[in-house]
């Protein structure tokens, strides 16, 4: 595997095809729960990219150090220390932030994404691959948090980043920063990545069938 | 292969010797609907007519949008979707803007059905789901409630109708409230007469008692709907608020109506003849329709009187619908010799 593909491919597929939000449907307790603000939704994007291009690295590197019997384990404890680093690093920065994101950074070892990269990723390929795989996989995570973020903050506040857009008279959407408008939400993006996909797949077929019947020399309809 | 042929009409079972079509059923609504829509527009004037055609529009646009090219003429030729954000306009607020409404009913076509696959596949009652969205998203707006007025106000519109797309109306009359917010929470009672004829405030087309009874007759004449689900709805709570007016004592807080006033204030009947009965999301055996039916109006009175909100029709339907596949299963008739 690692060897008919490259590095960049290895980052690349994370942001959009193998998309673990969009694609994977992984990690949605922190993609529902914290989403309520772009600024939430960013620092959680990036604490998740710390933690899992930290903890590939290190699984990736101590892969043959470790027994398979006990590797969840280990994985957990690896991923729990740089989840420990970003908690401490956050509540020392970020304070008001550490405040409102609260027990979903503990919860950051919970994720699923992160354990599922160590186990189906890191444990079986080099460090290289690992830490591009990593970034790429976080990356889209951080996208698809910006994504229902921003939908969230724009019509639930009318604000971006706590920058009014609409003036004071705009009517918030109440419902969008509140639970059920996070479903919403990421329902509907899933609707639209389902649909967008659908469609391109529809067109790469019907152009490699124009190939076929342009190589061939045959008229489709004839 | 496609079939494009419009001839060929696909219809599931029952297969009864009856001319009873899709569009003929929502034909019936239609009339059914059309007094207490006279009704709305004679109490709340050209602000009604305004939310009943931008929510109309939301829907039948949304519709439109979300069917393939060749079945658009059938889907919209049947009238479900304009019906459907005709029943969304008559449960919001005078005064509401128009841009919420217009928002409603693209909701409640969108989320209520396309997504589900279409009409008779939806889980939830399409106006009820476009109307609990709006009273999520603008809870302030969707409780703000005009003042019936008489026919002399007609050609008032209320200013916060107009507002723009994404911004907050400006209310220009006193906002009154419900007789059920008054019996809520100033503990004051609305008198029946008033209730019967809908001179009180409320959502457009659910004050006016009288004019909803004609159109309820009116379909359970034509056997459109199913008379036990009214039934069932109306003695479950009137004898519930009964039982809970007998056995309140003196110093409670809470104020408990008699059942006449639980009968016919807020959306009771407009929810039970065209709402509860949506033959989509009702139980189809008949001892389904009576469970759907105490449920619903054990759940009304259970939400008005304890809830955070005054009206609990809303609630009510969509917590029975969500219940209604179940409901199915249990009462399925037995195969006879088995």
Not at chain 1, 145 to 174: C, K, Q, T, Y
Request: glycine residues 10%; proline residues 5%.
């Amino acid at each position: 595997m690692a060897t008919d593909t490259t590095a960049y491919e290895e980052m690349i597929k994370g942001l959009w095809r193998d998309n673990p939000v969009f694609v994977q449907v992984l990690g949605m307790c922190p993609m529902l729960a914290v989403t309520n603000s772009a600024i939430n939704a960013v620092v959680m994007g990036v604490a998740t990219f710390f933690v899992l291009v930290g903890s590939s690295f290190l699984v990736s590197s101590f892969k043959q150090w470790i027994p398979k019997q006990v590797r969840i384990s280990l994985y957990i404890i690896i991923i729990a220390t740089f989840v420990t680093v970003v908690d401490y690093s956050l509540l020392a920065m970020l304070p008001a932030i550490h405040k409102e994101l609260g027990a979903f950074i503990p919860l950051i070892v919970a994720n699923c994404m992160i354990l599922g990269r160590q186990e189906a990723f890191a444990s079986k390929h080099n460090v290289k691959y690992a830490v591009m795989d990593a970034v790429g996989m976080s990356g889209g995570f951080m996208i698809a948090l910006f994504a229902l973020g921003s939908v969230r903050e724009i019509l639930g506040v009318g604000a971006l980043f706590g920058v009014d857009l609409f003036g004071s008279n705009f009517e918030p959407w109440v419902i969008m920063i509140l639970p059920p408008g996070g479903f919403l939400t990421l329902g509907l993006l899933l609707l639209f990545f389902n649909w967008f996909t659908e469609r391109r797949k529809q067109f790469l077929g019907k152009v490699a069938e124009a190939d076929r019947a342009a190589v061939l020399g045959v008229d489709k309809n004839g | 292969m496609k079939n494009k042929d419009p001839k060929l009409l696909l219809q599931s079972a029952p297969l009864l010797h009856q001319e009873l079509t899709t569009p003929a059923a929502m034909k019936d609504v239609w009339i059914a609907l059309f007094p207490a829509t006279c009704a709305a527009l004679w109490f709340f004037g050209l602000s009604a007519l305004l939310i009943i055609i931008a929510s109309i529009a939301g829907a039948v646009l949304t519709e439109w949008v979300f069917t393939d090219k060749e079945k658009r003429r059938f889907a919209l030729s049947d009238t479900s979707a304009g019906l459907t954000g005709l029943l969304l306009g008559l449960t919001l607020p005078s005064g509401l803007p128009l841009w919420m409404a217009f928002l409603g009913g693209s909701v409640s076509i969108g989320l209520g059905k396309v997504i589900w696959g279409g009409l008779g596949a939806n889980i939830f009652n399409p106006a009820l789901l476009g109307r609990a969205f709006l009273l999520g998203t603008f809870p302030i707006a969707m409780t703000t409630w005009g003042p019936a007025g008489g026919p002399g106000e007609f050609f008032q519109i209320h200013s916060s109708n107009l507002a723009l797309p994404f911004m907050q109306g400006h209310y220009d009359a006193l906002s009154t409230a419900t007789p059920l917010g008054l019996m809520k929470f100033e503990h004051q009672g609305t008198e029946l007469v008033s209730l019967f004829m809908g001179n009180t405030a409320g959502s457009i087309g659910e004050t006016s008692s009288l004019f909803l009874l004609l159109g309820g007759l009116f379909l359970l004449i034509r056997r459109s709907i199913d008379w036990r689900i009214p039934v069932a709805i109306f003695s479950t709570a009137a004898l519930f608020s009964l039982i809970m007016l007998l056995t309140s004592s003196a110093e409670s807080t809470t104020s408990y109506p008699s059942p006449f006033f639980t009968l016919f204030s807020g959306g009771l009947l407009l929810g039970t003849f065209f709402m509860a009965t949506d033959p989509v999301t009702s139980p189809l055996t008949p001892k389904g329709c009576w469970i759907f039916g105490i449920g619903v109006g054990f759940l009304v009175v259970l939400i008005r009187l304890y809830g955070g909100l005054p009206e609990g029709m809303l609630y009510a339907i969509l917590l029975m619908n969500a219940a209604t596949p179940l409901i199915d299963r249990y009462t399925q008739p037995k195969i006879f010799g088995r």
